[in-house]
């Protein structure tokens, strides 16, 4: 019967040393499932500060993406303006020197030969050229006979080799 209550005893004893432990380890877990709770509460609040962080940024660019679209816009809009603007800047400029030019020319042409011979005489040669080139054949021809011999022959080399005049007289 000794043995049989050592054997009891044993029994009690290593049962409630397994309840200890079992307590024990009940309680581990417990702190540890409070610690993973508590993490897994810390990590969903960053990931929520995160994607509120994330989507402030990305309406920050795009409203700035936006804004540097609106500003492309009106570059493109000012860009083609100044075009337009230029490109009728230069028809009337061609306009006026056209113009200028036609007056230049038709006081040459009624100018008497032996004044216009003169007045060409002393313009620079490229000038002179331009304008003899302008005038009809026979009119050069009389200016061209009252002017001196050297400056006309000058004259008529620049009227004959000169590309400007070459180019125009293909378009004649």
């Given at each position: 019967m000794?043995?049989?209550?050592?054997v009891?005893?044993l029994?009690?004893f290593?049962?409630?040393?397994?309840?200890?432990?079992?307590a024990d380890?009940?309680?581990?877990?417990?702190?540890?499932?409070?610690?993973?709770?508590?993490?897994?509460?810390?990590?969903?609040?960053?990931?929520?500060?995160t994607?509120?962080l994330?989507?402030?940024?990305?309406?920050?660019i795009?409203?700035?993406?936006?804004?540097?679209?609106?500003?492309?816009?009106l570059i493109?809009?000012?860009?083609?303006?100044?075009?337009?603007?230029l490109?009728?800047?230069?028809?009337?400029?061609?306009?006026?020197?056209?113009?200028?030019s036609?007056?230049v020319?038709?006081?040459?042409?009624k100018m008497?030969d032996?004044?216009?011979?003169?007045i060409?005489?002393?313009?620079p040669?490229?000038?002179?050229?331009?304008?003899?080139h302008s005038l009809?054949?026979?009119k050069?021809s009389?200016?061209?006979a009252k002017?001196?011999?050297?400056?006309?022959?000058e004259?008529?080399?620049?009227?004959?080799n000169?590309?400007?005049?070459?180019e125009?007289?293909?378009?004649k």
């Amino acid at each position: 019967m000794k043995s049989i209550y050592f054997v009891l005893f044993l029994v009690i004893f290593l049962h409630a040393n397994n309840d200890e432990i079992l307590a024990d380890r009940e309680a581990n877990i417990a702190k540890n499932l409070e610690r993973i709770d508590s993490s897994r509460q810390e990590l969903e609040a960053y990931r929520a500060a995160t994607h509120t962080l994330f989507n402030q940024r990305e309406a920050q660019i795009l409203s700035k993406e936006k804004d540097l679209n609106k500003t492309l816009e009106l570059i493109s809009q000012k860009e083609e303006n100044i075009k337009n603007m230029l490109a009728k800047n230069e028809k009337i400029l061609a306009e006026l020197k056209s113009i200028t030019s036609d007056k230049v020319l038709e006081v040459y042409a009624k100018m008497k030969d032996g004044a216009a011979a003169t007045i060409i005489s002393e313009l620079p040669r490229d000038e002179a050229a331009k304008v003899l080139h302008s005038l009809e054949a026979k009119k050069i021809s009389t200016i061209f006979a009252k002017m001196d011999p050297q400056i006309a022959a000058e004259l008529t080399q620049i009227l004959k080799n000169d590309e400007l005049f070459k180019e125009t007289n293909l378009d004649k």
